[in-house]
T-cell receptor
Framework: DSGVTQTPKHLITATGQRVTLRCSPRSGDLSVYWYQQSLDQGLQFLIQYYNGEERAKGNILERFSAQQFPDLHSELNLSSLELGDSALYFC????????????FGPGTRLTVL | DQQVKQNSPSLSVQEGRISILNCDYT??????FLWYKKYPAEGPTFLISISSIKDKNEDGRFTVFLNKSAKHLSLHIVPSQPGDSAVYFCAASVSNFGNEKLTFGTGTRLTIIP
């Protein structure tokens, strides 16, 4: 158990809809990272938050947004969903000054029908 | 542009023998490298890492080797055990305090044959 929790574990929805994925980092970790893993692909970095502020952006679509709340949990919002958004979405957290080791949650499997 | 490459999608090794997983990178700015292991329906689990100032790091049965001139790293698992069967991802980052996003390879599926 990495200490990172993600909900829900599975999500099935239709095209055009909007969903919210939730992540709680390990106790004390200020950084939260979101990654997307599509079929047979590596993990692609989407966005990072550090202590409530956006720190870095990767290949994140404009239809996607995220935020980190004062209690450090984070939410990834996906809107106007398309079939190609079906993927595993992972959240990871890391400690300040802890190097690059990130600890991953179990992921949310999103299926868009 | 795939900055981190794992050219072997799969690898099968007899139990007790050495497993060697390879990874190549193109971005010379990367200065920290990690290996993650992933079982189905679980998140990646951190295994071992290495800084670019080193060329070897060991942790139990796991050893990572870094060849900066070749932009190549490898993970050695000795001896291989059935529980090592999983997908292994290589990842790299550029040190930037508080912003160490990881760039991942596409993974290698390791199967240990009893």
């Amino acid at each position: 158990d990495s200490g990172v929790t993600q909900t829900p574990k599975h999500l099935i929805t239709a095209t055009g809809q909007r969903v919210t994925l939730r992540c709680s980092p390990r106790s004390g970790d200020l950084s939260v990272y979101w990654y997307q893993q599509s079929l047979d692909q590596g993990l692609q970095f989407l966005i990072q938050y550090y202590n409530g502020e956006e720190r870095a952006k990767g290949n994140i679509l404009e239809r996607f947004s995220a935020q980190q709340f004062p209690d450090l949990h984070s939410e990834l919002n996906l809107s106007s969903l398309e079939l190609g958004d079906s993927a595993l979405y992972f959240c990871a957290s890391s400690a300040v000054g802890g190097g690059a080791e990130q600890f991953f949650g179990p992921g949310t499997r999103l299926t868009v029908l | 542009d795939q900055q981190v490459k794992q050219n072997s999608p799969s690898l099968s090794v007899q139990e007790g023998r050495i497993s060697i997983l390879n990874c190549d990178y193109t971005n010379s700015m990367f200065d920290y490298f990690l290996w993650y292991k992933k079982y189905p329906a679980e998140g990646p689990t951190f295994l071992i890492s290495i800084s670019s100032i080193k060329d070897k790091n060991e942790d139990g049965r796991f050893t990572v080797f870094l060849n900066k001139s070749a932009k190549h790293l490898s993970l050695h698992i000795v001896p291989s055990q059935p529980g090592d069967s999983a997908v292994y991802f290589c990842a790299a980052s550029v040190s930037n305090f508080g912003n160490e996003k990881l760039t991942f390879g596409t993974g290698t599926r390791l199967t240990i044959i009893p």
